[in-house]
């Protein structure tokens, strides 16, 4: 997350340095508040889950010392919006240890939020369909400082929704988990291809291509920034942060249904066309016979290129292959490895929630980062092969 934003925001068009931001936990970032490097990250950043700007944190775990401390906070805070009719909701981040149920805390919120605008002349309704602002109360912090934390919604809600996938394989990554693979591969797009060889429904090719031109996935005008003083005379255009690059992929996959659904998902996400049909090649292959001259043929451009990267997630046996496939699936782990033994000086990295993966695969993971996918516990592998 940390090496995407700073990437982004360096070619932005703001003259200014990332902070290092402070960790809460595996999963949290916190930086000081900048409205022209949160701009950049509610617009381009692929990786995060979700961007909150955060106004307010308490200790407080019962409803009513929130609610307390809450109000003459909220009263005080000039970063509200200052429209005289403001529509907004409030969404529920992780709340597990907050000692009420996630309807009255979101309840007490939002009686926080119109009392406190009521005496700025701001008619504050709740319109959970069509918000202007999302405000986010969750718990946070470590394990020893736990906190209650409200603030605003500026990444446009959950940020894998992406809203360009049409159709699905049958175990789709999650789009902000394929970003941090081929985050996590060091991919390098001017120089390397990259080869998804099991693609599905083509989620890691699609947002490798976005991340080498630094495509926006969020709109300003999509995004609550007009209601937000802080963010007034910021672009109202996102063009692509890195327009000169022409990447290099390879999506393929075994099963002929997944290519209509790949060419499908790259139209959605405008990735298609005469400008794309070098950059992004799509074919129907089984990865246990794929060869280096495989790779050159389908995709030309890559002889000029130095060796790539592959980036995959492959079947697990739970929602693929059952348990009596479990042994066929430990064979196809060890015929891809023998497979990618061929790739001398590539990288490989893959999402797999398949504990017997690695011993299967044959090769040693120089990176392992704990992950979880649509619930499955797994992990980020990184090889040189
Ligand atoms: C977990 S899914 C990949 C999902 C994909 N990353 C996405 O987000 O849609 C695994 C894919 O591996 C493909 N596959 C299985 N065996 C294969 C093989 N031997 N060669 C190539 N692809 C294979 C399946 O058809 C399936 O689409």
Redesign the pocket.
């Known amino acids: 997350m940390e090496a995407e934003l700073k990437r982004l925001v360096m070619r932005s068009p703001f003259e200014v340095r990332v902070p290092k931001p402070r960790r809460e936990g595996e999963a949290t970032l916190l930086y000081p508040f900048d409205a022209r490097i949160a701009w950049v990250a509610a617009c381009h950043h692929r990786t995060s889950s979700r961007i909150s700007w955060d106004l307010f944190s308490s200790e407080a775990v019962r409803l009513e010392p929130l609610f307390e401390e809450l109000l003459p906070s909220l009263r005080a805070d000039d970063r509200l919006p200052a429209a005289s009719a403001l529509r907004f909701s409030v969404d529920l981040g992780s709340a597990h240890d907050f000692e009420a149920s996630p309807l009255q805390l979101r309840g007490v919120v939002k009686n926080a939020i119109v009392d406190a605008l009521k005496p700025r002349g701001v008619t504050a309704e709740v319109d959970a369909d069509s918000p202007d602002v999302v405000f986010v109360a969750r718990r946070a912090g470590t394990p020893e400082h736990r906190r209650t934390v409200v603030g605003i919604d500026i990444g446009g809600g959950a940020r894998h929704r992406r809203g360009a996938r049409v159709t ?2 049958p ?3 999650r789009e902000t988990m ?1 970003a941090q693979l081929v985050m996590l591969s060091r991919w390098d797009a001017r120089s390397e291809p990259l080869v998804d ?8 090719p699609i947002e490798a291509a976005g991340l080498a031109v630094g495509a926006a996935i969020r709109k300003p005008g999509d995004l609550p920034f007009r209601h937000l003083a802080a963010f007034d005379g910021l672009p109202s255009e996102v063009p692509d942060l890195f327009p000169g690059t022409t990447p290099r992929i390879l999506a ?4 002929a249904e ?1 290519i209509g659904t790949i060419v499908g998902n790259l139209r959605a996400a405008g990735l298609t066309g005469a400008s794309h049909e070098q950059s992004i090649v799509i074919g129907q ?4 016979t794929l060869t280096p001259d495989d790779v050159m043929k389908l995709l030309p451009a890559a002889r000029d290129m130095k060796p790539g990267v592959f980036c995959f ?3 697990y046996g739970v929602r ?1 292959g059952g348990e009596a496939g479990e042994g066929k699936l430990l064979e ?1 782990y060890a015929a891809m490895g023998r497979a990618m033994a061929r790739f001398t000086g590539w990288r490989a990295a893959c999402f797999v929630a398949n504990p017997r993966f690695v011993e299967a695969f044959g090769h040693a993971p120089i990176m392992t980062k704990p992950a979880t996918n649509a619930e499955l516990p797994g992990a980020f592998l990184v090889y040189t092969l």
Not at 197 to 204: D, F, K, L, N
Not at 285 to 288: A, C, I, L, N
């Open positions: 699905s394989g175990a789709p990554l394929a060889p099991m693609a599905g429904g083509g989620t890691i393929l996959d075994i099963d997944r292959k089984d990865v246990r997630n492959p079947p693929i196809l």
